[in-house]
Structure formats: structure tokens, C-alpha cells
């Protein structure tokens, strides 16, 4: 749920300069994978009543954004998570920048001061930079693989460093300018960090979520 208060401030920092901090800090990654599990486990409903499938999953999403902290960055990704399931729902593809525009408008109606949060411009422009340079840098890459090496290498190569690189650098390329605008600092190991990172993130946080739920029937397997 993001609690950092267990992170001492220096192992915090440390995130921060090597550009992990959104290991420990709730974004729309940690949402579309609560919301595709959800979504999974309901998936007898789904295929007879998507709409209570749905609901369910949205009403999941808003308990995990109470308890998330439910600041602005969190409730960006909760509205977009919610979208993409409402989406699924009917059957519609999510055009992410229109996404992004309502959700930045929705926001701001609510609260105008929300534009000018450090959390929620980091997240609206990090999902921004995914929408719009996570196809064409693939097709770079993929394309460049196919020349340097045989088509199976190619292939088994893309598919395994495309998600943690090119996702990586299109979430920097939009990130980056605010980033040295606030805090001054540029990461030159960002790329090589995300790529250990970004592969197992979503088992730990499927791991983290059992280990949570076991606590109250097998506490040390949990703590283990």
C-alpha cells in the first residue's frame, strides 16, 4: 500500500538517486495489476455479468486507494484503472492521452491546486510518456535486434528486455525535465536498476498482497 514509514530517510534517498522510488510508491502499474487480478478471480461472473464483474473490481480498487494514502497520484491511477475496467466492460479500447486529459480535468475540478502536485504531474507524465513512445521505441528496438542478430535471438531478446528497457525510457523521457526541475538530480544507472527491477515487480506485489492476507492465519509464514 505504499507505507513507507518503515524506510529510513537515507534508504529512501537511495531509492530516489538510483530513480527506484516508484518501487515504494503506489502508481497506475500497482493498480492495473490489482485490478487484472481482481478482474481474473472474477472471471466466472465476468464472462455471464461483466457489469457486476466490474463493479466489484472498481469497489476493490477505491478500499486499495483508501488505505493507499489516497493522494493525488494514487487517485489518478485509481480513476484510469477504473477506466480501463469500464472499458473492458464495454468491450473499448482505452485511448490513454484522452484518459489522462479527463482524469487531469476531473481532478482539477475537484481541486485546481492538484495541477501544481510534484505525485500527481510525476504520474500523469510518466503514463504519458508510456502512451505515447512505449509502440514506436519498441519497433525501434525490435527492428534493430532483427539486423544485429538471428530472428529467434532477436525475438527471445525482445521479448524479455523490451518491457523493463523500453518502458523504462519512455516513462524517463517525459519524467526526466521534472524531475531535474525539482529535485535537481539526474540517475545515469536508472536503466540498468529498472532492468532488475521492472520483471519481478509484479510477483512482489502479488507476494506482498498473500503475505498480507496470511498474517492473520500463519503470522510467520507471512513475516518469512
Given at each position: 500500500?505504499?507505507?513507507?514509514?518503515?524506510?529510513?530517510?537515507g534508504?529512501?534517498?537511495?531509492?530516489?538517486?538510483?530513480?527506484?522510488?516508484?518501487v515504494?510508491?503506489?502508481?497506475?502499474?500497482?493498480?492495473?495489476i490489482?485490478?487484472?487480478?481482481?478482474?481474473?478471480?472474477?472471471?466466472?461472473?465476468?464472462?455471464?455479468?461483466?457489469w457486476?464483474?466490474?463493479?466489484?473490481?472498481i469497489?476493490?480498487?477505491?478500499?486499495?486507494?483508501?488505505?493507499?494514502?489516497?493522494?493525488?497520484?494514487?487517485?489518478?491511477?485509481?480513476?484510469?484503472?477504473?477506466?480501463?475496467?469500464?472499458?473492458?466492460?464495454?468491450?473499448?479500447k482505452?485511448?490513454?492521452?484522452?484518459?489522462?486529459?479527463?482524469?487531469?480535468?476531473?481532478?482539477?475540478?475537484q481541486?485546481?491546486?492538484?495541477?501544481?502536485?510534484?505525485?500527481?504531474?510525476?504520474s500523469?507524465?510518466?503514463?504519458?510518456?508510456?502512451?505515447?513512445?512505449?509502440?514506436?521505441?519498441?519497433n525501434?528496438?525490435?527492428a534493430?535486434?532483427?539486423?544485429?542478430?538471428?530472428?529467434?535471438?532477436?525475438?527471445?531478446?525482445?521479448?524479455?528486455?523490451?518491457?523493463?528497457?523500453?518502458?523504462?525510457?519512455?516513462?524517463?523521457?517525459?519524467?526526466?525535465p521534472?524531475?531535474?526541475?525539482?529535485?535537481?538530480?539526474?540517475?545515469?544507472?536508472?536503466?540498468?536498476?529498472?532492468?532488475?527491477?521492472?520483471?519481478?515487480?509484479?510477483?512482489?506485489?502479488?507476494?506482498?498482497?498473500?503475505?498480507?492476507?496470511?498474517?492473520?492465519?500463519?503470522p510467520?509464514?507471512?513475516?518469512?
Amino acid at each position: 500500500i505504499g507505507n513507507g514509514r518503515g524506510i529510513s530517510p537515507g534508504l529512501s534517498d537511495d531509492f530516489s538517486k538510483v530513480g527506484a522510488s516508484h518501487v515504494i510508491a503506489i502508481s497506475g502499474f500497482n493498480m492495473a495489476i490489482i485490478a487484472q487480478v481482481i478482474m481474473r478471480l472474477l472471471g466466472p461472473i465476468s464472462k455471464r455479468r461483466k457489469w457486476v464483474a466490474a463493479v466489484i473490481a472498481i469497489s476493490v480498487v477505491a478500499v486499495y486507494t483508501i488505505f493507499a494514502g489516497a493522494n493525488a497520484a494514487v487517485v489518478r491511477a485509481a480513476i484510469m484503472s477504473s477506466m480501463l475496467i469500464i472499458g473492458e466492460a464495454f468491450k473499448r479500447k482505452t485511448y490513454v492521452p484522452a484518459s489522462l486529459a479527463f482524469v487531469a480535468l476531473l481532478m482539477s475540478l475537484q481541486n485546481p491546486n492538484v495541477l501544481w502536485d510534484i505525485s500527481f504531474q510525476l504520474s500523469f507524465f510518466a503514463v504519458l510518456g508510456l502512451a505515447l513512445f512505449v509502440d514506436p521505441l519498441s519497433n525501434g528496438f525490435n527492428a534493430m535486434l532483427e539486423r544485429w542478430f538471428p530472428r529467434a535471438v532477436a525475438t527471445h531478446a525482445g521479448n524479455f528486455l523490451s518491457e523493463p528497457l523500453i518502458v523504462t525510457l519512455a516513462a524517463q523521457i517525459t519524467t526526466l525535465p521534472i524531475i531535474i526541475l525539482y529535485f535537481g538530480r539526474l540517475s545515469v544507472v536508472s536503466v540498468l536498476v529498472n532492468l532488475l527491477i521492472v520483471p519481478v515487480q509484479a510477483d512482489l506485489l502479488v507476494v506482498g498482497a498473500i503475505a498480507t492476507l496470511l498474517v492473520f492465519i500463519l503470522p510467520d509464514v507471512a513475516q518469512l
